[in-house]
């Protein structure tokens, strides 16, 4: 038997032996393979790459809805801040200041510290009303209080996660899970950037630790890797990588990218993989970015008296210097600048996180600084058009921590869900209002609750987007920052 024949009949065997069962499942196999793939064609042919001219998967385009923010710049301040040590002023938690804590504040509530009986904590700082509109701030905010008046406060924020990690990606990503798009990943991906030599979304951190979930808070999940957010660094290569190696000049660099893109065209042209124009692109802004990038980051190029407003200091990693940084990245194009500012979370575990310490550091390391921003971009006539967020994942409990039972030695908080502060300013927010009410001792909402999904759906609406229609499909769903509950845009926000 010659081998030609030999393999025929052997597979005639093989073909014989399988099942119906073996049929179905290589089918449904094969199927979910098609379905895959039409569902990347999709992500890459949906509304916001149809309306781009070119190949750059980054150039700009105008929002489906009028739009009264065309950037947003974000402070996060990680760890979660006390409001009511800031924004939230309740005489009536004076009053309770070290009395036992009403057991019905503490029936079927979860904590990640608390057990026993606390100690009601009041607030650790005195309140003033600031501006023509009487906004409540403590003192230890005293220039961002001259700017009250074009601020939007949000009194009533609410989340769904009480431990850090969850709710960072909450804040960010409208999921307490890693793998979804950041909302500065479908901002870009709906807008794109106005300048093609920066990226249109960059993260820049100070207080010497990353955010727990780390990169995850500006990943761009689902959606092509081109539109997740770019960590700038204070010292050395402002971003990782994008200097040449050693003796390779900027004509080799060229030729080689040259060399590469053919090869990914011809990829793409083969296997139609999305991603790979992604990869082109990428490449392509790693070579401009190459000249971009040091010179914009270079706050020395600022006059004097404009980095001392800041409180700025070039070459030193700081939140000061990276506010005036998010001003010259908004003023370059930029679609979308996260600031990350490590050290806010005041358990009483140490000095340094302690309210009645620590704390104190934290809000003078920002308040100049934050205020610096607000002044600059309003004499810029940037305000108008730019929407400055300031918030953090939760806010502080009306008592104090006792971890394991016991007082602490230094005066801390535990998290609170149910009711936190956020700001907003400029971008065609209300200016000198406030926005919901909490009860008497600041826990809950008592009026007016604004879940995160209603925070983020109102974001995408100043920014020119339905949040019910911005999306891609993933997974079976038709995936939205907002999640697949109901989210309303909160129009009393909007002047």
């Known amino acids: 038997m010659n081998h030609d024949k030999l393999k025929a009949e052997l597979e005639i065997g093989r073909l014989r032996q399988t099942t119906r069962r073996h049929f179905l499942q290589g089918s449904a196999t094969g199927l979910g393979a098609i379905w895959l ?3 990347q064609q999709a992500l890459a042919n949906d509304a916001p ?8 998967p980054l150039s700009a385009v105008d929002p489906p809805l009028p739009a009264t923010a065309k950037r947003v710049i974000f402070l996060h301040m990680i760890g979660a801040p006390s409001q009511l040590e800031l924004f939230d002023y309740k005489p009536d938690l004076v009053k309770l200041d070290g009395k036992n804590c009403p057991q019905e ?4 509530k979860r904590f990640a510290f608390i057990q026993g009986t606390p100690k009601m ?3 650790q700082y005195p309140f003033k009303q600031h501006g023509k509109s009487g906004m409540w701030v403590s003192d230890r905010l005293p220039k961002f ?3 009250v008046d074009d601020v939007c406060f949000i009194k009533t924020m609410q989340t769904d996660q009480f431990n850090h990690g969850p709710a960072q990606l909450m804040v960010h990503t409208g999921q307490s899970r890693m793998g979804y798009p950041s909302i500065g990943s479908w901002v870009t991906w709906g807008l794109g950037s106005a300048n093609e030599n920066l990226p249109g979304y960059m993260v820049l ?5 990353q955010p727990r979930v780390g990169k995850a808070l500006w990943s761009a999940g689902m959606l092509p890797s081109v539109y997740q957010g770019v960590q700038c660094r204070a010292k050395g290569s402002p971003i990782l990588n994008i200097a040449n190696p050693k003796d390779t000049s900027r004509d080799d660099r060229r030729a080689m990218l040259e060399a590469i893109g053919e090869l990914n065209r011809r990829s793409y042209d083969e296997f139609g993989d999305p991603e790979t124009l992604t990869r082109i692109s990428q490449y392509e802004m790693a070579f401009r970015m190459q000249t971009a990038v040091p010179e914009v980051m270079d706050i020395t190029k600022e006059p004097k008296h404009i980095v001392e407003m800041y409180g700025a200091e070039p070459g030193k990693e700081s ?3 990276n506010c005036l940084l998010a001003r010259r990245l908004a003023q370059q194009g930029v679609r979308y600048i996260q600031l990350f500012d490590w050290g806010w979370d005041s358990h009483g575990t140490n000095k340094n996180e302690a309210l009645n310490d620590g704390f104190k550091n934290k809000c003078k390391s920002v308040d100049q600084p934050i205020a610096a921003l607000l002044k600059d971009l309003k004499q810029q006539g940037m305000l108008d058009d730019t929407l400055v967020v300031w918030s953090g994942e939760f806010g502080r409990t009306p008592m104090r921590e006792n971890r394991g039972g016991k007082e602490m030695k230094f005066v801390g908080r535990d998290h609170s869900p149910s009711a936190f502060t956020t700001w907003m300013a400029g971008g065609g927010v209300k200016r000198g209002f406030s926005y919901g009410e909490t009860d008497s001792v600041g826990y809950t909402a008592a009026e007016n609750p604004v879940h995160l999904r209603d925070f983020h759906a109102t974001m995408l609406r100043l920014l020119g987007f339905d949040p019910q229609k911005l999306s891609v499909p993933f997974q079976g769903l038709d995936q939205k920052l ?4 109901p989210a309303r845009v909160i129009e009393d926000l909007i002047a």
């Open 105 to 108: 504040f503490l029936e079927g």
């Open 319 to 321: 939140f000061a210097n």
């Open 205 to 209: 951190l100070s207080g010497g630790r």
């Open 145 to 147: 209080s001259e700017h």
């Open 37 to 39: 793939a039409s569902q």
């Open 482 to 485: 907002t999640g697949v509950l």
């Open 49 to 56: 790459s149809k309306k781009r001219t070119g190949d750059n």
């Open 121 to 123: 904590l009041g607030p």
